[in-house]
Structures are given as structure tokens and as C-alpha cells.
């Protein structure tokens, strides 16, 4: 049952949402006018100005929403999440981005130029994969600490019933750690190695020889903040050289790779472990039939990401020369940790505005909401593969 107020804006447009929707309207609407429309109950998006759906207009779907929430054109009262849930479980009545562009082309408000591409969005420097890109994690380390736990661990963790984050997360390292066969004095190689939380933790409770590589300036300033008790090298993973390692662990750094050079990474794991040894990867992969991080994340948070399904990942570790020992699914730890952190974060919010700005902070917002339904719904998935030579 819907409460309508037909004489906003709202209440024409919420009929044309309702006729592409198949019918009803996930969501209730406010519009610049002070018009409302829609189902009692539901969470209400709110239109600031015609500016959102003129987003939506020149970009049809996800990325137009998204430049209209974070620019602030469009917002959402209540549960952000919530009115994600609604809109995904009305996907089969969704409508395609032809009839949405077609139904908004009718409204002469929306009428208007291309609106300018937020600030906010990236702008590689040179050719996607290069060596010297590290868009994502170039923002202060004091960013992250407003969403991550003590350890700086950005990654998937690995729950228990009465976890805090901060537990999850060195439950998640001891497993990479007991899966390498880690021993007092193993040589480790951490590819990607963020702030350092895989070395630090090894090193600590295992007494292994830790090296961790990142192509981070802010991330290799980290943590020589921490310890002298590890390596860390600025250096890009093609570039690694020396003699083989006692064990090697990446963590969800081979999304970053790209589908033509992950041969080379893997071939690469191959060269630097020596026989015997045993490398951990843990890596998103995208669900069956579904498009993995989708056009938002891509622009806006890790614009090299590339997603398979897990089993091409495998095949291609195969090719180098590897046995895969072991696979296991982590997708339900992931939508919990990304809830964590939106939970840190939206406590921490006004900081996060302070230190980059209220459209940076949006597109954190709506990365760690949707992130995590992404994994909750199996759209996205992670695994760690261990590997053998």
C-alpha cells in the first residue's frame, strides 16, 4: 500500500518508478519540492535536485546512482543497506538501463547536459596494472585506522561466535600462518603486504624471517612506524628477485593483477618458493553469472580490479607448476568484516569528513554497504587456495 502525495514531484515520478518496477516501488521517494510518494515503511531516497536524475539519465544503473550519492545529489534516510536489500530482491522486475533512460528522457526536469564527473572518481595515471599505480591505499594511513581494526588487516577475516574485528582478523592470520606450515626461523614473503599485519604476525607468533613487498609509500611508512623486526620493499611483484622463500602468502592482492598478467604473478609465486614450499592466496572471486565488483567499486575504489570464479584462478596456478592442497570458501566471514567496518566507520563518520572531505567519505560509505551485500548475496566471493611445489 502506498502513501502518495500527488502534488509533488515525488508523486509523478514515483508512478513511473512503480510501471518500471513491474507494478510497486521498493522504495519511497522526497523530492527537491518537499513532495513524498511511496510504500509506508520503506526506506526513502531523496532527491536534493534534478541533478540526480540527470545522473541517471547519462548513466543509466549503478554508476549513475552512485555518482548521484556521492556528489550528495541523492541520498537515502534511514538504513542504507536496507534500501539495497529491497532494490536487489526486485532485480527479476528491475528495469534494463534502455527503458530507464527512455522512461527519465519523458520528464522535462530531467532534461539537461552531462553532468560533471565527481571529483572523487579516479583518474589513473598511464595504462591500468602499471607498475607505479596505487590509487586505493595512497589515502592517509589515518583514514584507514578510522575503518580497520588495531592490526590494519584490510582484508576478509575469518569469524567465530563472540569475535570482535580485531579477533577475526588474527584468527584469519594464524590460519594463513598453519596453512604455510610456518617454523621459527621460514623465510616469508608477504606479496602485497598492506600495513604489514601478515609480516608483523608472523614474525611475532610464528618467529619466521618476514619480507613484505607493497607498491605503497604510505603502507611501507606504516609500518617502519611498527617494528625493525621485518623487511618491507616498495616494489612491484614483478620485480621481485633473490633466492626462493620458505613459504609465500598474498592477500587479496591478485584481484589487482589483471586477467593478461596473471600468469606472470603466478609464475612468479612458482619462481620464489622453493620445492616443497607452500604459497596461500587469498583472493575475491566473482558468483556464477554475475559481474564481480560492477562499474561503482571499479570507478571509484580499485579501478585495475579484475574478478574470475575461482576455478579459473586455480587453473591458471595449475599451469605455472602448482598442486592445489586446499580451497576454502570465506564469502559469509566477508559480508560480516565489511559490516564491521561500516559499523567503525559511520562511528567514526565526521572524523573521516574531516580528514577528506564529505564526497570521499560518501563513496566510502556506499563502498562498505554495498561491499559488503555484494558478498552477502553472493555476488562476490573470496577463497584462500593453498597452494604446493
Same mark, same amino acid.
Given at each position: 500500500?502506498?502513501?502518495?502525495?500527488?502534488?509533488?514531484?515525488?508523486?509523478?515520478?514515483?508512478?513511473?518508478?512503480?510501471?518500471?518496477?513491474?507494478?510497486?516501488?521498493?522504495?519511497?521517494?522526497?523530492?527537491?519540492?518537499?513532495?513524498?510518494?511511496?510504500?509506508?515503511? +520503506?526506506?526513502?531516497?531523496?532527491?536534493?535536485?534534478?541533478?540526480?536524475?540527470?545522473?541517471?539519465?547519462?548513466?543509466? &544503473?549503478?554508476?549513475?546512482?552512485?555518482?548521484?550519492?556521492?556528489?550528495?545529489?541523492?541520498?537515502?534516510?534511514?538504513?542504507?543497506?536496507?534500501?539495497?536489500?529491497?532494490?536487489?530482491?526486485?532485480?527479476?522486475?528491475?528495469?534494463?538501463? !534502455?527503458?530507464?533512460?527512455?522512461?527519465?528522457?519523458?520528464?522535462?526536469?530531467?532534461?539537461?547536459?552531462?553532468?560533471?564527473?565527481?571529483?572523487?572518481? /579516479?583518474?589513473?595515471?598511464?595504462?591500468?596494472?602499471?607498475?607505479?599505480?596505487?590509487?586505493?591505499?595512497?589515502?592517509? #594511513?589515518?583514514?584507514?585506522?578510522?575503518?580497520?581494526?588495531?592490526?590494519? !588487516?584490510?582484508?576478509? +577475516? %575469518?569469524?567465530?561466535?563472540?569475535?570482535?574485528?580485531?579477533?577475526?582478523?588474527?584468527?584469519?592470520? *594464524?590460519?594463513?600462518?598453519?596453512?604455510? #606450515?610456518?617454523?621459527?626461523?621460514?623465510?616469508?614473503?608477504?606479496?602485497?603486504?598492506?600495513?604489514?599485519?601478515?609480516?608483523?604476525?608472523?614474525?611475532?607468533?610464528?618467529? !619466521?624471517?618476514?619480507?613484505?613487498?607493497?607498491?605503497?609509500?604510505?603502507?611501507?611508512?606504516?609500518?617502519?612506524?611498527?617494528?625493525?623486526?621485518?623487511?618491507?620493499?616498495?616494489? *612491484?611483484?614483478? *620485480?621481485?628477485?633473490?633466492?626462493?622463500? *620458505?613459504?609465500?602468502?598474498?592477500?587479496?592482492?591478485?584481484?589487482?593483477?589483471?586477467?593478461? #598478467?596473471?600468469? /606472470?604473478?603466478?609464475?612468479?609465486?612458482?619462481?620464489?618458493?622453493?620445492? &616443497?614450499?607452500?604459497?596461500?592466496?587469498?583472493?575475491?572471486?566473482?558468483?556464477?553469472?554475475?559481474?564481480?565488483?560492477?562499474?561503482?567499486?571499479?570507478?571509484?575504489?580499485?579501478?585495475?580490479?579484475?574478478? %574470475?570464479?575461482?576455478?579459473?584462478?586455480?587453473?591458471?596456478?595449475?599451469?605455472?607448476?602448482?598442486?592445489?592442497?586446499?580451497?576454502?570458501?570465506?564469502?559469509?566471514?566477508? +559480508? %560480516?568484516?565489511?559490516?564491521?567496518?561500516?559499523?567503525?566507520?559511520?562511528? %567514526?563518520?565526521?572524523?573521516?569528513?574531516?580528514?577528506?572531505?564529505?564526497?570521499?567519505?560518501?563513496?566510502?560509505?556506499?563502498?562498505?554497504?554495498?561491499?559488503?551485500? /555484494?558478498?552477502?548475496?553472493?555476488?562476490?566471493?573470496?577463497?584462500?587456495?593453498?597452494?604446493?611445489?
Amino acid at each position: 500500500m502506498s502513501e502518495t502525495l500527488t502534488s509533488g514531484f515525488a508523486g509523478r515520478l514515483m508512478h513511473l518508478v512503480e510501471e518500471l518496477f513491474g507494478g510497486f516501488s521498493p522504495v519511497a521517494l522526497r523530492t527537491w519540492d518537499g513532495g513524498f510518494a511511496g510504500p509506508a515503511g +520503506a526506506p526513502v531516497v531523496v532527491l536534493r535536485s534534478p541533478q540526480a536524475l540527470r545522473q541517471l539519465l547519462w548513466s543509466p &544503473g549503478e554508476l549513475g546512482l552512485a555518482r548521484a550519492y556521492v556528489t550528495g545529489d541523492l541520498d537515502v534516510e534511514g538504513d542504507l543497506a536496507e534500501g539495497f536489500r529491497r532494490v536487489w530482491a526486485s532485480r527479476g522486475a528491475k528495469p534494463g538501463k !534502455a527503458a530507464l533512460a527512455r522512461a527519465l528522457r519523458a520528464i522535462p526536469e530531467v532534461l539537461g547536459p552531462r553532468p560533471p564527473v565527481p571529483a572523487s572518481e /579516479a583518474r589513473l595515471r598511464g595504462k591500468r596494472h602499471a607498475r607505479d599505480q596505487a590509487f586505493h591505499y595512497d589515502l592517509p #594511513n589515518e583514514f584507514y585506522e578510522l575503518i580497520l581494526d588495531p592490526s590494519m !588487516a584490510y582484508s576478509c +577475516a %575469518r569469524w567465530a561466535p563472540g569475535d570482535s574485528l580485531a579477533d577475526a582478523q588474527r584468527r584469519k592470520l *594464524d590460519l594463513v600462518c598453519r596453512k604455510l #606450515n610456518l617454523r621459527r626461523g621460514d623465510r616469508l614473503l608477504d606479496v602485497g603486504c598492506g600495513w604489514g599485519s601478515m609480516i608483523l604476525y608472523a614474525a611475532r607468533e610464528y618467529g !619466521a624471517r618476514a619480507t613484505g613487498v607493497t607498491v605503497s609509500r604510505e603502507q611501507r611508512a606504516f609500518i617502519r612506524t611498527k617494528s625493525a623486526g621485518v623487511e618491507v620493499r616498495l616494489q *612491484d611483484y614483478r *620485480d621481485i628477485t633473490g633466492e626462493p622463500y *620458505d613459504a609465500i602468502s598474498s592477500i587479496e592482492m591478485g584481484e589487482h593483477v589483471g586477467e593478461e #598478467n596473471y600468469p /606472470a604473478f603466478a609464475a612468479t609465486l612458482f619462481r620464489m618458493v622453493k620445492p &616443497g614450499g607452500r604459497v596461500v592466496v587469498q583472493q575475491r572471486s566473482r558468483g556464477a553469472g554475475e559481474p564481480g565488483g560492477g562499474p561503482f567499486i571499479e570507478r571509484y575504489i580499485a579501478p585495475d580490479l579484475h574478478l %574470475r570464479q575461482v576455478g579459473e584462478t586455480i587453473a591458471v596456478f595449475e599451469e605455472a607448476g602448482f598442486e592445489a592442497v586446499h580451497v576454502e570458501s570465506m564469502r559469509e566471514d566477508y +559480508a %560480516r568484516t565489511a559490516h564491521a567496518w561500516h559499523e567503525t566507520f559511520e562511528f %567514526r563518520y565526521d572524523r573521516a569528513v574531516a580528514l577528506v572531505g564529505a564526497e570521499l567519505a560518501r563513496v566510502w560509505r556506499l563502498y562498505l554497504v554495498g561491499g559488503g551485500l /555484494a558478498f552477502e548475496r553472493g555476488r562476490m566471493g573470496v577463497h584462500q587456495i593453498t597452494l604446493a611445489r
